[in-house]
């Protein structure tokens, strides 16, 4: 189990149309991305994030 005390919040931009955040964190899981998500928008998530994995989910989501 991870240590959320040392997470940000980070945005990702991905289209979010129709799409449960339970939906949106399995794609994004399948992907690489690691985090939790906390928040979607119309074509935004924003998750919280470990600082260590930031770099890496952002090569995930290119």
Known sequence: MRDLSDTVKQRYRINTAGKSPTQL???LHKRGV???VVGV?????????DRRDV???KECIR
Not at 41 to 49: I, S
């Open 25 to 27: 964190q399995k794609e």
């Open 34 to 36: 690691k985090g939790f």
């Open 41 to 49: 928008n119309h074509n935004r998530v924003t998750m919280l994030v």
């Open 55 to 57: 770099k890496r989910n």
